[in-house]
C-alpha cells in the first residue's frame, strides 16, 4: 500500500507542480480558462503559488506524513473550489478540474490510511 501512496504521491506532485508552472508562466490555454471562468489574469500568480505549495508540501509529506495530508486536503479543497468556479459560470467543461480532485482527493486517502 505505501507503494501505491508513493507513486500517486508522486504524480499527484508532479502534476500540480505543472499546473502551477502554467499559472506562473500565464499559459495562453489557461489564461483561456480564467477568461471563461471570469477569474481575472491577476490571480494566476497567487493560485499558482496555492498549487506550488502543495506540490511542494505533497513532496515533503512524503517524509512527515502530516505535511502530506495537510497538503492533500488543501488541495482538495482547491479543486472543489474550481469546480464550483466552474459551475458558477454554467461552464461544464470539468474534466480537468475532476481529473485533479480525483488525484488529490485520492492522495489525502491514501495519505491517511496507508502505513509510514
Not at 501505491?4 to 500540480?16: E, G, N, Q, R
Not at 500565464?26 to 491577476?42: D, E, F, G, K, Y
Request: charged fraction near 5%; hydrophobic fraction near 60%.
Amino acid at each position: 500500500m505505501y507503494a501505491a501512496y508513493l507513486v500517486l504521491t508522486l504524480v499527484t506532485a508532479a502534476a500540480t507542480g505543472f499546473g502551477a508552472y502554467l499559472d506562473f508562466t500565464r499559459h495562453p490555454m489557461i489564461v483561456a480558462i480564467a477568461n471563461r471562468l471570469r477569474v481575472p489574469v491577476s490571480w494566476m500568480l497567487p493560485l499558482g503559488t496555492c498549487l506550488a505549495a502543495g506540490s511542494l508540501g505533497l513532496l515533503a509529506g512524503l517524509a512527515v506524513r502530516p505535511l502530506g495530508v495537510a497538503a492533500a486536503a488543501g488541495l482538495v479543497l482547491y479543486f472543489v473550489g474550481a469546480v464550483i468556479t466552474h459551475l458558477r459560470v454554467g461552464d461544464l467543461k470539468l474534466g480537468g478540474a475532476l481529473l485533479f480532485l480525483g488525484l488529490s482527493a485520492a492522495t489525502l486517502a491514501l495519505a491517511l490510511t496507508a502505513p509510514h
